[in-house]
């Protein structure tokens, strides 16, 4: 079954612990995403890839870090989290290389940061 | 700043009525827009999609419908169903660009 997986789907954490929220995807697909969704603001870009060890910035990129180390992979790393972080990520895949056009998305994963 | 903007937070039609989502984006470069469809603990989900060369795209019981000297798209639903009940996201992209801007959501809710 074609999917994105995200992991974990539920973290309460606290101030300054790292964590990383992992995602593969399995089905081939180049381009990868990171979005946040937060209540009135709709989902926004965090991080994007094109493919392997291509990344670049999406709209709010502050606080988080990503690599793309094998094709299926695009892990969200945050280093340092704070109470502003405190949202629902979602990853997301495309075959297209050169736009992102029809998304794939996994099934969130809810973060709350104390 | 939004650049995809979704002015009804939330929107309740009867069952086997026409639901209207409408969507408002200001980037004149934006060629491609799509539509996603969420329901709670789930990921969005593609639904339906148009190019700029067109103003209509059908697929089953959805149409959307595209003004670009308005720059304006709106998701008509008919007929309505519960099954339906979602939160609708507009999302649109410029070619070549490496992001599609979202908007902030509208909750559809269709009573039996």
Redesign the interface.
Known sequence: EAQ?TQNPRYLITVTGKKLTVTCSQNMNHE?M?W?RQDP??????IY?S?NVEVT?K??VPEGYKVSRKEKRNFPLILESPSPNQTSLY?C?SSFSP???????????SRLTVL | DQQVKQNSPSLSVQEGRISILNCDYTNSMFDYFLWYKKYPAEGPTFLISISSIKDKNEDGRFTVFLNKSAKHLSLHIVPSQPGDSAVYFCAASATGANNLFFGTGTRLTVIP
């Open positions: 994105v381009y995403s979005y009135g603001l709709g989902l926004r870009q994007y094109m670049d999406g709209d979602f997301a050169g736009s992102p056009g029809e998304l794939f998305f996994g099934e969130g």
